[in-house]
């Protein structure tokens, strides 16, 4: 059953503290993407990557890192630098090509305490 | 600077009748078009898309039109179902990236 996955479903942290968001797609999509979404606005993009070990910022990477050492996945970590956390987060990947819709996970409602 | 707008954050309609959800862009350079539909706490569903060479697609109750001249893009849904209750999110395709509306939120009233 191909689709993506994203754990944990809710995450609470103490402010200060770095945080990974995991991500995994078993749809073998070359692209993957992370985006936050806050209440009333769109999806906005942190980071994306179009093929393994390579990865560009998107709109709001200040605050954010991403890896991808493997096709099927592409961990966010939230560090401390980030001045306001609490988020819901979203993981899509996609072929590459020019009729290419994305594939979302759940999401990830990240709290800061 | 937002390159995609809904300009309508909600919408209601009465079951059986027709909605119809709108969406702006600003860059001409943009070649494919995507309507998502979301439900709270769940991931967006790919729903349709039509590319800058058409101006009309249909999917069963769902149809997009493109109008390239005046930058606008609109979903229409007949006839809308209680089941069609949820955000909708217009995105544009500039690669690589993909870039989202804010979302309308569809109330279809039994």
């Known amino acids: 059953d191909g689709g993506i996955t994203q754990s944990p479903k809710y995450l609470f942290r103490k402010e200060g503290q770095n945080v990974t968001l995991s991500c995994e797609q078993n749809l073998n999509h070359d692209a993957m993407y992370w985006y936050r979404q806050d209440p009333g606005q769109g999806l906005r993009l942190i980071y994306y990557s179009q093929i393994v070990n390579d990865f560009q910022k998107g709109d709001i990477a200040e605050g954010y890192s991403v890896s991808r050492e493997k096709k099927e996945s592409f961990p966010l970590t939230v560090t401390s630098a980030q001045k306001n956390p609490t988020a819901f987060y979203l993981c899509?990947?996609?072929?590459?090509?020019?009729?290419?819709?994305?594939?979302f996970g759940p999401g990830t409602r990240l709290t800061v305490l | 600077d937002q390159q995609v707008k809904q300009n309508s954050p909600s919408l209601s309609v009465q079951e059986g009748r027709i909605s119809i959800l709108n969406c702006d862009y600003t860059?001409?350079?943009?070649?494919?078009f995507l309507w998502y539909k979301k439900y709270p706490a769940e991931g967006p569903t790919f729903l349709i898309s039509i590319s800058s060479i058409k101006d009309k697609n249909e999917d069963g109750r769902f149809t997009v039109f493109l109008n390239k001249s005046a930058k606008h893009l609109s979903l229409h849904i007949v006839p809308s179902q209680p089941g069609d209750s949820a955000v909708y999110f217009c995105a544009i395709r500039a690669p690589p990236q993909f870039y989202f509306g804010t979302g309308t939120s569809l109330t279809v009233i039994p």
């Open positions: 860059n001409s350079m943009f070649d494919y």
């Open positions: 899509a990947s996609s072929i590459t090509g020019p009729t290419n819709e994305q594939f």
